[in-house]
């Protein structure tokens, strides 16, 4: 692999040596400074959206604690899991990349790559269910009413139950949108459904939760099929033998890539999925 | 937590050149590591999971942010290396973890000081439905 077409004489015995560095310590150096300092951009990218997500929590913590029930925390848990799994397949990768097995290594991206499938699809189901049931985002929050298939203890009507402005708000009444349809969405889990539905007292403006949650599970999920690009050709270029000799420099900082994704899935499970 | 320090480059197979472009010295994860913090991970997972059956008010976010935390330490100091790395990396990632939590924070300073004027249950700032 040729990186530099020019260099100096002197490098030409040291293979992935950038004639403009001085040695492979000082440009593995550089590199991993390099994707640490694009690591920090994306934690500051997704940093917009935890903020978007706390003001809108701090401001209307009902509309949380009751959307939340229509998340399944079994297939967020399993993802959890999937991705922590994955994390250290990856770990591993570097490990062996870096011990010059090239099997091992060719192994242990796929086996990550697996598990990003794994998360994927599992993340599909959940997209799915939610699209099923009308739960999206804006002006497509357009719940599924109930059906008489539901759980006893769901064919209780629904109460409309737009909390009524309080008189003295102080707003124009005439400028608020007239109340929602009563949101009556299917729970996305099964075992969710009789406890989805508290009688009465439904929020106003549910649709929040669900434009917070697609936008930055979404975000989340184009960074795991960016991370599957990724993986993808590191084993491409492990089947081609590139890995083999020492060099591991590319393993190493799509490890690095891979594990902030992890991080951040572990800081966005407990908060969509998990509100008490 | 075995201090494996492996030239996990090339080790100068030309014998001539410089001596310090071949070296590459690293510290190598060892499998025990490496299987400790990804049980840690997991049981951190049980227990933010468990968190969610007692009622702690408000002290559930906090909780279950804190166990979050601690994962992600473990993930950032063992998996993403910065334990062995040079110091001012992680120096780099706590900087952006500190602009975060000013960002959301004055934000939310920002909220709360308009939260008078809030009208309950209701959800301003998106074109609502319907």
Same mark, same amino acid.
């Given at each position: 692999?040729?990186?530099?077409?020019?260099?100096?004489?002197?490098?030409?015995?040291?293979?992935?040596?950038?004639?403009?560095?001085?040695?492979?310590?000082?440009?593995?150096?550089?590199?991993?400074?390099?994707?640490?300092?694009?690591?920090?951009?994306?934690?500051?990218?997704?940093? +917009? %959206?935890?903020?978007?997500? !706390?003001?809108?929590?701090? *401001? #209307?913590?009902?509309?949380? /604690?009751?959307?939340?029930?229509? &998340?399944?925390?079994?297939?967020?848990?399993?993802?959890?899991?999937?991705?922590?799994?994955?994390?250290?397949?990856?770990?591993?990768?570097?490990?062996?990349?870096?011990?010059?097995?090239?099997?091992?290594?060719?192994?242990?991206?796929?086996?990550?790559?697996?598990?990003?499938?794994?998360?994927?699809?599992?993340?599909?189901?959940?997209?799915?269910?939610?699209?099923?049931?009308?739960?999206?985002?804006?002006?497509?929050?357009?719940?599924?009413?109930?059906?008489?298939?539901?759980?006893?203890?769901?064919?209780?009507?629904?109460?409309?139950?737009?909390?009524?402005?309080?008189?003295?708000?102080?707003?124009?009444?005439?400028?608020?949108?007239?109340?929602?349809?009563?949101?009556? +969405? %299917?729970?996305?889990?099964? !075992?969710?459904?009789?406890? *989805? #539905?508290?009688?009465?007292? /439904?929020?106003?403006?549910?649709? &929040?939760?669900?434009?917070?949650?697609?936008?930055?599970?979404?975000?989340?999920?184009?960074?795991?099929?960016?991370?599957?690009?990724?993986?993808?050709?590191?084993?491409?270029?492990?089947?081609?033998?590139?890995?083999?000799?020492?060099?591991?420099?590319?393993?190493?900082?799509?490890?690095?890539?891979?594990?902030?994704?992890?991080?951040?899935?572990?800081?966005?499970?407990?908060?969509?999925?998990?509100?008490? | 937590?075995?201090?494996?320090?492996?030239?996990?480059?090339?080790?100068?197979?030309?014998?001539?050149?410089?001596?310090?472009?071949?070296?590459?010295?690293?510290?190598?994860?060892?499998?025990?590591?490496?299987?400790?913090?990804?049980?840690?991970?997991?049981?951190?997972?049980?227990?933010?999971?468990?968190?969610?059956?007692?009622?702690?008010?408000?002290?559930?976010?906090?909780?279950?942010?804190?166990?979050?935390?601690?994962?992600?330490?473990?993930?950032?100091?063992?998996?993403?290396?910065?334990?062995?790395?040079?110091?001012?990396?992680?120096?780099?990632?706590?900087?952006?973890?500190?602009?975060?939590?000013?960002?959301?924070?004055?934000?939310?300073?920002?909220?709360?000081?308009?939260?008078?004027?809030?009208?309950?249950?209701?959800?301003?700032?998106?074109?609502?439905?319907?």
């Amino acid at each position: 692999m040729t990186r530099a077409p020019e260099r100096p004489a002197a490098h030409d015995h040291v293979p992935h040596l950038a004639h403009h560095f001085r040695s492979l310590q000082q440009q593995y150096d550089a590199a991993k400074l390099g994707m640490w300092l694009f690591l920090v951009t994306e934690i500051l990218l997704f940093g +917009g %959206l935890f903020c978007a997500y !706390a003001v809108y929590r701090s *401001s #209307h913590p009902e509309v949380f /604690v009751y959307a939340h029930r229509f &998340l399944d925390k079994t297939l967020g848990g399993l993802n959890t899991v999937i991705l922590i799994c994955s994390s250290l397949t990856m770990a591993w990768a570097v490990r062996a990349a870096q011990l010059r097995n090239r099997r091992q290594l060719a192994l242990l991206l796929a086996a990550t790559f697996i598990c990003a499938c794994g998360f994927l699809g599992i993340k599909t189901v959940e997209y799915h269910a939610k699209w099923k049931h009308g739960l999206l985002w804006g002006q497509r929050y357009q719940p599924v009413e109930h059906t008489a298939d539901q759980a006893p203890a769901d064919n209780a009507p629904l109460a409309p139950a737009p909390t009524a402005v309080p008189p003295g708000a102080g707003a124009d009444r005439s400028l608020l949108p007239a109340p929602g349809k009563a949101p009556a +969405g %299917l729970a996305a889990g099964e !075992a969710l459904t009789a406890r *989805s #539905h508290d009688p009465g007292n /439904v929020p106003r403006n549910v649709h &929040l939760f669900f434009g917070i949650y697609f936008v930055m599970t979404g975000l989340h999920g184009l960074h795991v099929i960016a991370g599957m690009v990724l993986i993808g050709w590191l084993f491409v270029r492990t089947l081609r033998g590139e890995f083999g000799d020492g060099y591991f420099t590319p393993v190493d900082l799509g490890g690095l890539y891979w594990h902030l994704v992890d991080l951040i899935w572990i800081f966005l499970f407990p908060l969509l999925y998990l509100i008490h | 937590m075995s201090d494996t320090h492996a030239a996990a480059a090339a080790p100068g197979s030309a014998g001539a050149g410089h001596a310090e472009s071949t070296g590459l010295q690293v510290h190598i994860v060892s499998p025990r590591v490496l299987l400790g913090v990804w049980g840690a991970l997991l049981l951190g997972t049980a227990l933010t999971y468990a968190a969610t059956w007692i009622d702690l008010g408000a002290g559930n976010l906090w909780l279950a942010m804190a166990i979050a935390t601690a994962k992600a330490v473990c993930v950032a100091l063992f998996f993403m290396h910065l334990k062995w790395d040079r110091p001012f990396l992680g120096f780099v990632f706590l900087i952006a973890i500190l602009c975060v939590f000013l960002f959301v924070g004055i934000a939310l300073l920002d909220t709360q000081a308009y939260r008078p004027d809030l009208i309950p249950d209701y959800a301003p700032g998106i074109t609502p439905p319907g």
